[in-house]
């Protein structure tokens, strides 16, 4: 009955996003415009491609290798294509599992009401809105998947599984590498040691980094920093603050949550900061008291690849990052929970809850996402997409005068510069749109598509191939660039090399909106030969 109250729960919470009516933020380019995720023939390199690869070609601004990552939104996409529901489903299903395992996990050591009320409000708690009720955020849950199973494997004395979970866990998401380190503090709280065991894990962590190198250009490659050149100190009193005020209270309290740390909504914490320093010292605090406490120790070891203090990122962190250090603090806390009241606890489930359904109003459209980071935070990157929202109700003046507003506030701000040279090209000012593209990334993909749209209305065919062909050589998973480079070719007169291309637009993109006149032109052109 406690198995079935869990899912049950996880169930009710996020049911409303089911509702949601389209894919938002980064499943756009990774999910909905992701031509490898359309064809089975496509599956050999997505599974040998950077995550972030897929979407903008070699040498993307941030370098992940996550194929367990990419093979689930692969499975996902051809059960059911890009309908948001069903890709919604699927987060709230690994939640589900996850909240699951750390009931078993927790059953074993600490009983099962204890474990019961420790993974209930692990199903609750808000700050996973943004981990489960976002697509993209499925990286999380589906590591801690993996991670607790390879948990429960290993207690129960089936390494080679425990092994090839822990591999799926690093395949997931690049913190899943730090599964030894709480093996081996557990262990040592426990008083065991389990030599093989460790051996097998380094020895996987190893084949990991290999094949994560082989694979990827610039293996720790993460976009432009947050910090900057700040120093050391300003980092870590800026994340001592950070991690207490947005990530801490958040956490214990459901309230003051934000999805958005753009630069300059949280300033720098300087030598003066005394709130920084009261944060950190509690931190520190917290971080020696945690030496005897796995649960808490691994909490913070899950905390420091995402504090910018080890590695530098190029957000200052996110709600999502919260999501397997939040199941380690729930855990530490399950044999207090187990001696609060059942009204009480009852009532905190409520509490959580329903700020959770709230929230994940959020997850609805970009419309409504957008529109609420911009209130929280004014100097969000969202002008953008609430232009494109512009656009669909039919007024492309205001969508210019955001786009046009977003460059006034930052002119290095790549997608205003690409999305206003859309507009323009739509509006068929092709100058403009031009020097919009060429301000926004020359040598993208996406931009060479529609430099080579330009040149050839503009009566230069020569330019307009040499556009495309730059597309191709760094995507050449790229549908619309292998469609157009067929067409140019087709109407040049070079109907070999065209055909070429068009059956290499229809292996990509078999469903694509232009696919069947290519098959109705592919099959005229064999009769005209015959």
């Not at 060479?448 to 230069?460: K, P």
Request: glycine share 6%.
């Amino acid at each position: 009955m406690k198995r079935l109250g869990l899912a049950l729960l996880v169930a009710v919470l996020y049911a409303g996003t089911l509702a949601s009516r389209e894919l938002i933020r980064d499943d756009r380019p990774l999910i909905v415009e992701n031509a490898l995720l359309r064809s089975w023939r496509s599956l050999p390199r997505l599974l040998t491609t950077g995550y972030w690869d897929q979407a903008q070609g070699p040498g993307a601004r941030v370098q992940e290798y996550r194929p367990a990552l990419s093979l689930l939104n692969f499975a996902v996409f051809q059960a059911a294509g890009e309908a948001p529901w069903t890709h919604h489903l699927v987060n709230l299903l690994l939640h589900a599992a996850v909240c699951l395992l750390l009931f078993e996990l927790l059953s074993r050591s600490a009983g099962e009401k204890a474990a019961f009320c420790a993974a209930a409000l692990f199903a609750c708690l808000p700050i996973h809105c943004e981990a489960v009720g976002y697509v993209s955020g499925r990286s999380e849950p589906l590591c801690a998947l993996f991670m607790l199973a390879a948990w429960l494997c290993a207690d129960s004395g089936k390494s080679p599984w425990a092994l090839v979970l822990y591999a799926l866990a690093m395949l997931s998401k690049e913190q899943g590498i730090l599964f030894p380190l709480l093996v081996i503090g557990w262990d040592r709280v426990q008083g065991r040691r389990r030599l093989p065991l460790y051996i097998g894990l380094g020895l996987c962590s190893i084949a990991y980094l290999l094949l994560r190198s082989t694979v990827l250009e610039h293996s720790w490659r993460v976009g432009v920093p947050y910090f900057g050149q700040a120093t050391f100190p300003v980092r870590l009193l800026t994340m001592a603050r950070f991690t207490v005020e947005r990530y801490l209270i958040p956490l214990a309290t459901g309230l003051n949550m934000g999805f958005n740390f753009e630069r300059p909504f949280i300033p720098d914490s300087g030598l003066g900061d005394v709130r920084a320093w009261l944060c950190l010292a509690a931190l520190l605090a917290a971080a020696l008291g945690s030496l005897r406490r796995p649960w808490v120790l691994a909490a913070f070891l899950w905390w420091l690849p995402v504090s910018n203090l080890i590695v530098p990122l190029d957000e200052l962190g996110a709600p999502r990052f919260m999501y397997f250090p939040a199941a380690a603090l729930c855990a530490a806390t399950a044999p207090a929970l187990a001696r609060v009241p059942p009204a009480a606890f009852a009532a905190l489930l409520l509490w959580y809850g329903g700020w959770t359904v709230h929230t994940n109003r959020l997850w609805r459209d970009s419309c409504t996402y957008n529109a609420e980071v911009r209130a929280r935070n004014p100097h969000a990157h969202v002008l953008p997409a609430l232009a494109v929202c512009r656009l669909r109700q039919g007024d492309a003046a205001g969508a210019e005068a955001l786009l046009r507003e977003a460059i006034a506030q930052d002119p290095s701000d790549v997608v205003a510069h690409y999305d206003l040279g859309r507009l323009l090209f739509e509006k068929g000012d092709l100058r403009q749109a031009e020097a919009s593209f060429l301000r926004a990334s020359p040598n993208d993909a996406d931009v060479r598509v529609f430099r080579s749209l330009i040149a050839e209305r503009e009566g230069r065919p020569a330019q307009a191939q040499k556009h495309l062909e730059a597309a191709l050589s760094t995507r050449p998973w790229d549908c619309r660039a292998r469609f157009n480079h067929g067409r140019l070719l087709w109407g040049s007169g070079r109907r070999e090399a065209a055909e070429r291309d068009f059956r290499e637009f229809l292996r990509l993109c078999p469903s694509d909106e232009d696919s069947g006149a290519v098959r109705e032109l592919l099959r005229n052109g064999s009769r005209t030969r015959s």
